[in-house]
């Protein structure tokens, strides 16, 4: 049956494998951010491949010489590995991995460069996260129960997973976040263990403050190179529906804890140390509520006690940060107008220049030679090892993976086009063409509609919405950046709020429009769709008068009050709650356009989703259902927001296709 969701005809197969089919997209392997060594002899990344047969995935780690020389694995296929992190002499890996004798995961060590296998060091019943290697120490996040120690807390969990009680309750927010539960009586804290091994020293319970509840990883919290201060986040107000997440300072082995942004109430995150030790940057955004609020870089003298704001007047959001390693500035992966570049931050002269100009970069990792590495992808490849010259911004590539499997695959061909959007403002659109596309043939139109809602769709390799994919199957798919999209600026992306809906949809819109001029495109067959908040506009494109011949609508905000039961409720924080605001609520809100709704629509959604509750989904397929609209309810009991596991994918684009070829029919013609 698989093989029939597959490859409905054997056939067909020559033909499907020389394109970017869904089974491609499943045997390519995957390469995650690398690190470097502090010496810059060895870089390591994971990489992650899939069965599809057994419908899992399995990440290994590489080893990559810093000249593309060598590639080879250091860990065992099958087991889960990740978060590596070096000693500072470069001697020694350590990551969590989760073996055989493993409920959790653990700290690991492989010594780098010699014969040797991994040795367990931590045996934390409650796991372990967010690993930094800094000095003598190995620091991590656990989730824990407070004033348990670890014997207690090995008894509660076991108790926990031995219980015939599936019942959970709460007393406060938060009780979810995206796609798993929060348990109320657990707090993440900061621990260390010797890497030479001993006992786990408590180090943020001591201060008896807590990590942000929904969230925290090795972002959450640094220590400085001396191991004498710690800075972490946490909420910096006793209010948990609505956190107030800051930056706490505290000396290693203190009770005490100073808030040194407590005068900002939006989100201040991403703590560093310089290598110096002397300077701790962060990012600060200032509107509370809003997500793609334009993060800012601080500096904070810890000697002087004095804040410093690089770039003041610079409209990106800076993010996915590295030190250099004479502490004067920073290489960064920052999204720029659709596309993720590295730049590099001086902070003495309070310059950014760009390094790279197209295709994505992912966070980058630097040696103190200068060598810089990261990952790089782009709409025509998926993610590449490369080492990247600081000067010029040309690369290297250091790995091979995926050659053989995309030589012979045809990707068809892309491009970056403007036209006008709202108010005569120009939009930016990544515009797909199939393989074999012919400009004096016309093609059927597949409107791409990106989520967020302030999410660019940039210049990278894409596996949950693939438009190439989609483009293989013969349509020309496009990705417009609307109105409330990053990477443009503060003003675009936050020119939405609180109105959702109008200048996005107008610009959505007009780049139909901009496509039925195009003299390859056939204006009977157009289809649309999109997720999260592409799943939202789409529906308030289902109670408009509009072009499209049929509909895709995955995990959509349907109703704005019912989505009061998510982990996020849209507006509340900035513009009220929708009883003391309702005219807000009621003007953007899909579901009063339902007494127009009468295209056919196939609805997806998944039980795990917490993010946009199951709910949603099904209160569109009804009210499709019950105005006798033809439709279609896809409904995956063990998925999230996204679609994440093999078959599951490989069905979902199966049935897209189906579903879109029986109202706009592929190809040229």
């Known amino acids: 049956m698989l093989l029939c969701l597959m490859l409905p005809m054997a056939s067909a197969m020559a033909e499907q494998t020389k394109k970017l089919s869904v089974d491609v997209l499943w045997q390519l392997s995957r390469i995650g951010n690398p690190t470097i060594s502090p010496q810059g002899d060895f870089i390591i990344a994971p990489v992650t491949q899939y069965d599809v047969e057994g419908d899992k995935g399995s990440t290994q780690l590489w080893l990559f010489n810093p000249d593309g020389s060598k590639q080879r694995p250091i860990t065992a296929k099958g087991l889960s590995v990740s978060q590596a992190v070096f000693s500072p002499d470069g001697q020694t890996l350590a990551f969590v991995s989760q073996r055989d004798e493993d409920d959790v995961g653990q700290v690991y060590l492989l010594p780098m460069g010699q014969p040797g296998e991994a040795q367990r060091l931590t045996n934390v019943p409650s796991g372990v996260n967010g690993i930094k290697w800094v000095g003598q120490h190995i620091y991590f996040i656990s989730r824990v129960y407070p004033g348990k120690n670890w014997d207690e807390i090995a008894e509660q969990l076991k108790a926990d997973r031995d219980s015939k009680v599936s019942a959970r309750q709460w007393n406060a927010l938060p009780y979810s976040h995206f796609d798993h539960w929060i348990e109320e009586d657990k707090q993440a804290h900061v621990f260390r263990i010797a890497a030479s091994g001993g006992d786990v020293e408590a180090i943020t319970q001591k201060l008896a403050i807590e990590l942000p509840r929904s969230a925290q990883g090795a972002s959450s919290y640094d220590v400085d190179p001396t191991e004498r201060w710690i800075a972490f986040n946490s909420n910096g107000s006793d209010n948990q529906v609505d956190p107030k997440i800051d930056i706490f300072l505290a000396e290693i082995g203190s009770d005490k804890a100073v808030n040194i942004t407590a005068d ?340 997806i959604h998944g039980q795990l989703d917490y993010r946009v509750p199951v709910g949603q989904g099904f209160e569109l397929f009804r009210t499709l259902q019950t105005r006798g609209v033809e439709s279609k309810m896809i409904y995956f009991p063990d998925e999230n927001h996204w679609i994440m596991k093999p078959n599951n994918s490989i069905y979902w684009y199966n049935q897209v296709e189906q579903w879109m070829t029986r109202f706009a029919e592929p190809g040229g013609q």
């Open 264 to 603: 900002n109430n939006a989100p201040d995150a991403n703590p560093m140390f310089s290598p110096d030790g002397k300077t701790l940057a962060f990012t600060r955004q200032k509107i509370q509520g809003f997500y793609a609020d334009t993060a800012k870089l601080m500096l904070y003298d810890i000697a002087k006690k004095r804040f410093t704001t690089l770039a003041k007047d610079w409209d990106r959001s800076v993010g996915n940060l590295v030190w250099t390693p004479d502490s004067k500035g920073f290489y960064a992966a920052i999204d720029d107008a659709a596309t993720r570049k590295i730049f590099h931050i001086d902070a003495k002269k309070d310059k950014v220049k760009a390094i790279t100009k197209s295709t994505n970069f992912n966070k980058p990792a630097i040696a103190a030679n200068g060598t810089l590495v990261a990952a790089n992808d782009s709409f025509l490849y998926p993610a590449r090892l490369v080492s990247i010259n600081p000067r010029n911004g040309k690369t290297t590539r250091l790995d091979s993976f995926n050659d053989d499997i995309l030589a012979d695959v045809d990707m068809g061909t892309y491009e970056s086009v403007t036209y006008k959007g709202y108010n005569d403002q120009d939009i930016q659109m990544w515009v797909h063409y199939p393989p074999g596309f012919d400009r004096s043939k016309k093609y059927p139109l597949m409107m791409l509609i990106h989520g967020g809602p302030h999410s660019a769709i940039s210049d990278g390799f894409h596996y949950r919405w693939n438009a190439q994919t989609f483009a293989s199957w013969g349509y020309v798919t496009a990705w417009p950046n609307f109105h409330g999209s990053n990477s443009f600026g503060q003003d675009f992306a936050d020119s939405i709020n609180p109105d959702w809906k109008n200048k996005s949809l107008e610009d959505v819109f007009k780049a139909t429009e901009w496509f039925k001029q195009q003299d390859w495109i056939d204006s009977e067959r157009l289809v649309a769709g999109g997720a999260s908040y592409g799943g939202y506009l789409t529906s308030i494109i289902l109670g408009e008068e509009h072009p499209f011949n049929a509909l895709l609508i995955h995990a959509a905000v349907y109703n704005m009050y019912s989505q009061m039961a998510a982990d996020f409720a849209v507006h509340s924080p900035r513009f009220g709650n929708y009883w003391d605001n309702p005219e807000i609520y009621q003007s953007i809100s899909p579901h009063y356009g339902a007494k127009n709704f009468n295209t056919p629509t196939l609805v």
